[in-house]
């Protein structure tokens, strides 16, 4: 049981270039986030779904984008890379959405506009 | 949303109790208090949730204030591996999704 899986771990993205992260679960959860963490601070909120189909933005939408095709899969798409993007991006995924379930984080993707 | 306070930074000392406070005196009836903690270089993980009684496992225990304004987690016997970053989080019970704010960095010495 993998859990929730991230690639790549590391990636060097320069200014104006795209690229997708991945995210798989194996958990057959419905609920899958992600987040990104910018140094010392805590995790804020970029996009979630529900469902396959159904994607709403969180807290810091602007310059990302989602899909969610499969139960399993939730990658997260840059376009037009900037260095305010620069961060540790986390997913995460949960059975259901309310208070009774947890999160389960996968370990992380580090990226670096320059 | 209703939001947390918690001290930047806390020590422990190893194989001793650790108590980590939270502040949430804007929290609604339909609030639970969860807490979740990220060690280094990795994801968050789940710890513990509540609502209104005090709640134990295997990794902590929870105490809730009886006006709910704030809450302590408790770790019983502060280990190296419990050096990390601890957020105390709101989740309204029907809350799609989970803000987190900056937490608390437990430092543990040996």
Same mark, same amino acid.
């Given at each position: 049981?993998?859990?929730? $899986?991230?690639?790549?771990?590391? %990636?060097?993205?320069?200014?104006?270039?795209?690229?997708?992260?991945?995210?798989?679960?194996?958990?057959?959860?419905?609920?899958?986030?992600?987040? %990104?963490?910018?140094?010392?601070?805590?995790?804020?909120?970029?996009?979630?779904?529900?469902?396959?189909?159904? $994607?709403?933005?969180?807290?810091?939408?602007?310059?990302?984008?989602?899909?969610? !095709?499969?139960?399993?899969?939730?990658?997260?798409?840059?376009?037009?890379?900037?260095? !305010?993007? $620069?961060?540790?991006?986390?997913?995460? !995924?949960?059975?259901?959405?309310?208070?009774?379930?947890?999160?389960?984080?996968?370990?992380? $993707?580090?990226?670096?506009?320059? | 949303?209703?939001? *947390?306070?918690?001290?930047?930074?806390?020590? =422990? @000392?190893?194989?001793?109790?650790?108590?980590?406070?939270?502040?949430?005196?804007?929290? =609604?009836?339909?609030?639970?208090?969860?807490?979740?903690?990220?060690?280094?270089?990795?994801?968050?993980?789940?710890?513990?949730?509540?609502? *209104?009684?005090?709640?134990?496992? +295997?990794? /902590? =225990? #929870? /105490?809730? /204030?009886?006006?709910?304004? =704030?809450?302590?987690?408790? #770790?019983?016997? /502060?280990?190296?591996?419990?050096?990390?970053?601890?957020?105390?989080?709101? +989740?309204? +019970?029907?809350? @799609?999704?989970?803000?987190?704010?900056?937490?608390? +960095?437990?430092?543990?010495?040996?």
């Amino acid at each position: 049981n993998a859990g929730v $899986t991230q690639t790549p771990k590391f %990636r060097i993205l320069k200014i104006g270039q795209s690229m997708t992260l991945q995210c798989t679960q194996d958990m057959n959860h419905n609920y899958m986030y992600w987040y %990104r963490q910018d140094p010392g601070m805590g995790l804020k909120l970029i996009y979630y779904s529900v469902g396959a189909g159904i $994607t709403d933005k969180g807290e810091v939408p602007n310059g990302y984008n989602v899909s969610r !095709s499969t139960t399993e899969d939730f990658p997260l798409r840059l376009e037009l890379a900037a260095p !305010s993007q $620069t961060s540790v991006y986390f997913c995460a !995924s949960s059975y259901g959405g309310n208070h009774n379930y947890g999160y389960t984080f996968g370990s992380g $993707t580090r990226l670096t506009v320059v | 949303d209703a939001k *947390t306070t918690q001290p930047n930074s806390m020590e =422990s @000392n190893e194989e001793e109790p650790v108590h980590l406070p939270c502040n949430h005196s804007t929290i =609604s009836g339909t609030d639970y208090i969860h807490w979740y903690r990220q060690l280094p270089s990795q994801g968050p993980e789940y710890v513990i949730h509540g609502l *209104t009684s005090n709640v134990n496992n +295997r990794m /902590a =225990s #929870l /105490a809730i /204030a009886e006006d709910r304004k =704030s809450s302590t987690l408790i #770790l019983h016997r /502060a280990t190296l591996r419990d050096a990390a970053v601890y957020y105390c989080i709101l +989740r309204d +019970r029907d809350n @799609n999704d989970m803000r987190f704010g900056a937490g608390t +960095r437990l430092t543990v010495k040996p």
